[in-house]
C-alpha cells in the first residue's frame, strides 16, 4: 500500500509572519513562546507542533505565510 501524503496546511511546517501577525499579535496564544518570538524576528518556523485550531486560525487571518 502507498504511503499517504499528509495534505493539510502543517505539511509543509515552516512558516514567516506577516506584518498583521507582527501588528496585531502581542502574545504567543497557542505558540510556543519561542516560536512567536522568532516570527517576530521574522525567522521562519517550524510550526508542526501547533494546535490545528491555532494554524487555521493565523493562516484564514493571513498572519502567516510560508516559509522557507
Known sequence: MAEK???TPKAN???KATAEYKTFRTNEGGLK?????KLLKGES???K??????MQHLI???LINKGE
Open 49 to 54: 507542533d501547533a494546535p490545528d485550531a491555532e
Open 5 to 7: 501524503k499528509e495534505n
Open 33 to 37: 513562546k519561542e516560536q512567536h518570538e
Open 13 to 15: 511546517n515552516k512558516y
Open 45 to 47: 518556523v517550524d510550526l
Open 60 to 62: 484564514a487571518n493571513n
